[in-house]
């Protein structure tokens, strides 16, 4: 691992598509690391501490609640229980936090960056603490942390999980390692493990939509039952694919379950399952032929 510690105000210039880009302040450089896999900085921003990889942001301080809601609390809805959840990525932590704080006894995470994972919990405001990472690290409680290629992980676990999560940095046309994460092939890999697997599935603005259009291709190739979750405060949207019993009304039956829940949500309620559950519309009825 290569880097620097505390620096200077800098920008990171966010390609969000071709000839559109957003530009991050970043007041105060807390550190700037070159890990085996990944350019990692995390620094201070106006909208909180920050954490980028590559260039593209993954979490702030200000909006990590609404994205790793987003992505879990429909999952728990849906899943028939929540006892033994996979997590693979995310390496902030919060998400492994949230299944536990909903009644998990046992969350694997799996993350293959272990310097990340580890300048996470030192850095961040939200997520592992240094000391909860240890005992995760050490499998002392209901998390236990696993350095490993995800796809190795799955592809050899012979246990059943509740609940998969797949939260990885959105699949770009730049080859890297975790784009096959995103493959069919991991998508049935984890649906023989899993009751519901949910992952980030891509950004539904017209303009940002590539990878949202594949994983929905996938999902619906690979699931009898997809539900649709975008965020109605944050520009992600999420895929939730069922592996066990189909609903005929899943935005009902989690609309049911959201009350008995033992984790309380702070940006999702009822209203929320009705209107963030419907998909674009040309996802919905592929009337564009970009999505055929």
Same mark, same amino acid.
């Given at each position: 691992?290569?880097?620097?510690?505390?620096?200077?105000?800098?920008?990171?210039?966010?390609?969000?598509?071709?000839?559109?880009?957003?530009?991050?302040?970043?007041?105060?450089?807390?550190?700037?690391?070159?890990?085996?896999?990944?350019?990692?900085?995390?620094?201070?921003?106006?909208?909180?501490?920050?954490?980028?990889?590559?260039?593209?942001?993954?979490?702030?301080?200000?909006?990590?609640?609404?994205?790793?809601?987003?992505?879990?609390?429909?999952?728990?809805?849906?899943?028939?229980?929540?006892?033994?959840?996979?997590?693979?990525?995310?390496?902030?932590?919060?998400?492994?936090?949230?299944?536990?704080?909903?009644?998990?006894?046992?969350?694997?995470?799996?993350?293959?960056?272990?310097?990340?994972?580890?300048?996470?919990?030192?850095?961040?405001?939200?997520?592992?603490?240094?000391?909860?990472?240890?005992?995760?690290?050490?499998?002392?409680?209901?998390?236990?942390? /696993?350095? @490993?290629?995800?796809?190795?992980?799955?592809? %050899?676990?012979?246990? $059943?999980?509740?609940? +998969? *999560? #797949?939260?990885?940095?959105?699949?770009?046309?730049?080859?890297?390692? /975790?784009? @096959?994460?995103?493959?069919?092939?991991?998508? %049935?890999?984890?649906? $023989?493990?899993?009751? +519901? *697997? #949910?992952?980030?599935?891509?950004?539904?603005?017209?303009?940002?939509?590539?990878?949202?259009?594949?994983?929905?291709?996938?999902?619906?190739?690979?699931?009898?039952?997809?539900?649709?979750?975008?965020?109605?405060?944050?520009?992600?949207?999420?895929?939730?694919?069922?592996?066990?019993?189909?609903?005929?009304?899943?935005?009902?039956?989690?609309?049911?379950?959201?009350?008995?829940?033992?984790?309380?949500?702070?940006?999702?309620?009822?209203?929320?399952?009705?209107?963030?559950?419907?998909?674009?519309?040309?996802?919905?009825?592929?009337?564009?032929?970009?999505?055929?």
């Amino acid at each position: 691992m290569n880097g620097t510690g505390p620096g200077a105000a800098r920008a990171i210039v966010e390609e969000l598509a071709p000839g559109l880009s957003r530009h991050w302040q970043v007041d105060e450089v807390i550190c700037d690391v070159r890990t085996e896999f990944q350019e990692l900085v995390i620094g201070r921003t106006a909208q909180g501490v920050a954490l980028f990889s590559g260039g593209e942001r993954q979490s702030t301080e200000f909006s990590q609640l609404v994205y790793h809601e987003a992505l879990l609390v429909p999952a728990m809805l849906l899943a028939d229980k929540i006892e033994r959840v996979l997590v693979i990525g995310s390496g902030e932590g919060v998400v492994s936090q949230l299944a536990v704080a909903a009644g998990a006894t046992h969350v694997d995470h799996v993350d293959i960056d272990r310097d990340a994972v580890r300048l996470c919990a030192e850095h961040l405001p939200y997520g592992y603490t240094v000391s909860e990472l240890h005992r995760a690290e050490s499998g002392l409680g209901p998390i236990t942390v /696993h350095y @490993r290629d995800g796809w190795e992980f799955v592809e %050899r676990s012979t246990q $059943a999980y509740d609940i +998969v *999560v #797949v939260d990885l940095p959105d699949e770009g046309g730049v080859p890297a390692q /975790h784009n @096959r994460l995103y493959d069919a092939d991991f998508l %049935r890999m984890c649906r $023989a493990i899993g009751g +519901v *697997v #949910v992952s980030q599935a891509g950004c539904p603005t017209l303009w940002r939509n590539d990878s949202l259009r594949r994983s929905w291709r996938r999902f619906h190739e690979t699931f009898c039952a997809v539900v649709y979750f975008g965020s109605d405060e944050h520009e992600w949207a999420f895929l939730c694919g069922m592996s066990g019993p189909v609903y005929q009304d899943p935005v009902a039956l989690m609309a049911k379950r959201l009350p008995g829940l033992a984790y309380r949500p702070r940006t999702i309620d009822a209203g929320s399952l009705v209107g963030c559950t419907v998909a674009p519309k040309a996802l919905r009825t592929f009337s564009n032929p970009k999505f055929r």
